[in-house]
Each structure stands twice: as structure tokens, then as C-alpha cells.
């Protein structure tokens, strides 16, 4: 367990900062390579050997090597000292992979892709903003923000009163929706949310891996 971890991506990549927010969280040091799947040419060759799929995150440890963002951060969990990021009952451990469900198969496509890309990306980079796409995500953003914030039963964090690997999932994709103006509007309807973004926002890992 000497060997540094080795984490592959782009730092501003959603599911890249989630990896390193677990590490973070964890107090495990670690070396980052760069890769850029959206460059000329798509994912190097030498990459496409760790991800057959081209995707980021991948993820070697002393020889153990690991690709998708869930897995690797559970893996981190398990096999690292410092706090639990697992929530040790049965019940809250449940609602934790519920939320994390939620996020990949709901929430990364409407709040990221479908409301700041084409709010805040697209324009910054020249491309026209979709509309009409913003107008038909917001339906589905305001049922996202809802389930998620259900999940909590009134409890600090997603899956109940501690830090949990759905907050560290969440919190990347709420970064760059909460850029948006369509976000305060929506996170003000959604009983607290917005506290927990407040909660979430300021700790030190989310300082720590800030995308330059």
C-alpha cells in the first residue's frame, strides 16, 4: 500500500474532481496525469489501454487498475485509513448509492450538459446557446434537486447527517450548475438544498481541488 495512487484525467472533469475530492477526504496523497479526452485525435492510445471506453476517470494503485468514478471512489474508501465515506448503516447506505444512481442516470446530463454547457460553456467558447434545451431540462432539474434533497430525511448531507460519497459525486456537478442563473431560482424551491450546497461548498477539499 506504499505505491502513490495514480489518478488519470482532466482536473475539469466532473467525474475526475470527485475522485479527488475523495482522496481529499481521505488525507490520500497522490499523483495526477492529465488526460484530455476531448483533444484533437480523442484519448491516446496508451490510454484507451486503461479505458477501453475513453472515458475519465482511471485510476491505478500499486498495480490495481480501476476505471469508473463510483468504483474508484469506493475502492479509495474501503481500502484507505481516515473517515468513512460510506455510511456504516444498512438503510443510509442505501439512500447513498440511491443518490448516487440519481446523479449518473439523471442529474450529470440535465444539470451539467443540458443547463451549463449550453448557459455557460457554449457561449464562452463561441457556440450558440440552446434554448429550447435549457427550457426542457428544467423540469427535470427541479425533479433531480428534489429526490436529492428527499434523500437526506433532514440530515446535513445526501444520505443523512454525515459526509458521504454522494455528496463528494454531487458536489462537482453543483459547481458548475450553480454558475447558471437558472440555478438559485430553482435550488430556492427545493427545502434545504441550498444549505447543504452552503455546507458542501466550503470545505477545505473542495478548495483543495478547485478546477483552474
Not at 443510509?92 to 448516487?100: G, H, I, W
Not at 440535465?110 to 463561441?126: F, H, K
Not at 429550447?132 to 425533479?143: E, G, S, V
Request: hydrophobic share 40%; charged share 20%.
Amino acid at each position: 500500500m506504499h505505491d502513490l495512487p495514480t489518478l488519470y484525467g482532466a482536473s475539469y472533469s466532473v467525474y475526475v474532481r470527485t475522485v479527488r475530492l475523495t482522496l481529499a477526504e481521505k488525507g490520500v496523497a497522490y499523483r495526477q496525469v492529465e488526460v484530455d479526452v476531448f483533444a484533437p485525435g480523442g484519448p491516446p492510445a496508451e490510454y484507451l489501454a486503461r479505458q477501453p471506453f475513453g472515458r475519465i476517470p482511471a485510476f491505478d494503485h500499486a498495480g490495481f487498475a480501476l476505471y469508473e468514478a463510483t468504483a474508484i471512489a469506493r475502492y479509495i474508501d474501503e481500502v484507505f485509513p481516515g473517515p468513512p465515506l460510506s455510511p456504516g448503516e444498512p438503510r443510509r447506505r442505501a439512500r447513498m448509492n440511491q443518490a448516487l444512481s440519481i446523479l449518473d442516470g439523471h442529474a450529470y446530463r440535465t444539470l451539467v450538459w443540458d443547463i451549463y454547457v449550453e448557459r455557460v460553456s457554449n457561449p464562452a467558447s463561441g457556440k450558440p446557446t440552446d434554448e429550447a434545451r435549457i427550457a426542457r431540462a428544467l423540469p427535470d432539474a427541479k425533479r433531480c434537486l428534489r429526490a436529492l434533497a428527499a434523500l437526506s430525511d433532514g440530515g446535513a448531507f445526501l444520505a443523512g447527517p454525515d459526509l458521504s460519497l454522494a455528496d463528494l459525486h454531487a458536489a462537482p456537478m453543483f459547481e458548475y450548475f450553480m454558475r447558471t442563473p437558472e440555478a438559485l431560482p430553482l435550488m430556492a424551491e427545493v427545502a434545504g438544498l441550498g444549505q447543504w450546497w452552503q455546507r458542501i461548498s466550503a470545505r477545505d477539499s473542495m478548495r483543495s481541488t478547485a478546477p483552474t
